[in-house]
């Protein structure tokens, strides 16, 4: 079992940068860890995602080339360095984690993630 603490979160004007942490717990290691998000009245939306076990990333259209999803191993620690912010990724971030075997496409998709955190809030104004 895995649990995961999500810190960074906060409020930034438009083109600002801010950089979310999650710290994992747990004897479990992941295959995959990654960052959502859910703004009200929205889906929950894949942004980034990492193999936990090697160094491969992908990312999200609506974030390319904005954002940077990293990790400590030796920290257990997730990031996501957020840089050029826009009103709209104003939402509540989410980490989360996913156990399953490797695949061919890192997935992007909620329903594979198991472990979530509860969430830290960012909130960007124009």
């Known amino acids: 079992q895995v649990q995961l603490v999500e810190s960074g979160g906060g409020s930034v004007q438009a083109g600002g940068s801010l950089r979310l942490s999650c710290t994992k717990s747990?004897?479990?290691?992941?295959?995959?860890m990654a960052w959502f998000r859910q703004a009200p009245g929205k889906e929950r939306e894949g942004v980034a995602a990492i193999y936990f076990r090697g160094s491969d990333t992908r990312y999200a259209d609506s974030v390319k080339g904005r954002f940077t999803i990293s990790k400590d191993n030796t920290k257990n620690t997730l990031y996501l360095q957020m840089d050029n912010l826009k009103p709209e990724d104003t939402a509540m971030y989410y980490c989360?984690?996913?156990?399953?075997?490797?695949?061919?496409?890192?997935?992007?998709?909620?329903?594979?993630?198991?472990?979530w955190g509860q969430g830290t809030q960012v909130t960007v104004s124009s």
């Open positions: 989360a984690a996913s156990g399953s075997g490797r695949n061919a496409v890192i997935p992007l998709q909620a329903a594979r993630y198991t472990g």
């Open positions: 747990g004897v479990a290691t992941p295959t995959y």
